[in-house]
T-cell receptor, first 112, second 118 residues
């Protein structure tokens, strides 16, 4: 059974650029959530997708957007990057909403 | 709104000591779930336990134990005879229906960094 995989592991961008992060959910999981974790902080919820529909959204601006594909993999897109977007972005999948989350190792994004 | 407070930012112990990580939560729902996750230096959060609001039984799993008390809105985590491999950041999380429109999306605390010295 393959776990949650994220790519890339590290990324360096400059302010104003756009970035796409990718996530493959664990086999059989139809729910994918994205979290932003700043240094020394807990994960902050960005949004969740359930069966290709956005199912919930945290307090993040519209320049944070996402997709879930028919195979339940997912993308997180961030436009007009700002310095404060520098963080670890975590993807998590679960077999159903409300169940325990299975996390990937994250993508470390640095915005210069 | 749901809220999780982990007041201990960092705890440092010597191997074989017992250590308790505190978690206090707030929710208006009667149905909710509490979680603990471990984040080692590799970055990947690892699930430890999930407890629903109707089950106040304490749980023990090897050296780990959890104490859930609704009266004080706490869900504390104790590691007995700590080991160096226990060094990590531990997160408490809460999910309820009211805050997330029925989706039970977890809110995480800020985490407690546990350092176990040999």
């Amino acid at each position: 059974e393959t776990g949650v995989t994220q790519s890339p592991t590290h990324l360096i961008k400059t302010r104003g650029q756009q970035v796409t992060l990718r996530c493959s959910s664990q086999s059989g999981h139809n729910t994918v959530s994205w979290y932003q974790q700043a240094l020394g902080q807990g994960p902050q919820f960005i949004f969740q997708y359930y069966r290709e529909e956005e199912n919930g959204r945290g307090n993040f601006p519209p320049r944070f957007s996402g997709l879930q594909f028919p195979n339940y993999s997912s993308e997180l897109n961030v436009n007009a990057l700002e310095l404060d977007d520098s963080a670890l972005y975590l993807c998590a999948s679960s077999p159903q909403r409300g169940e325990k989350l299975f996390f990937g190792s994250g993508t470390q994004l640095s915005v210069l | 709104a749901q809220k999780v407070t982990q007041a201990q930012t960092e705890i440092s112990v010597v191997e074989k000591e017992d250590v308790t990580l505190d978690c206090v939560y707030e929710t208006r729902d009667t149905t909710y779930y509490l979680f603990w996750y471990k984040q080692p230096p590799s970055g990947e959060l690892v699930f430890l336990i999930r407890r629903n609001s109707f089950d106040e039984q304490n749980e023990i799993s090897g050296r780990y134990s959890w104490n859930f008390q609704k009266s004080t809105s706490s869900f504390n985590f104790t590691i007995t005879a700590s080991q160096v491999v226990d060094s990590a950041v531990y997160f408490c999380a809460l999910s309820d229906a009211r805050t997330s429109g029925g989706s039970y999306i977890p809110t995480f605390g800020r985490g407690t960094s546990l350092i176990v010295h040999p």
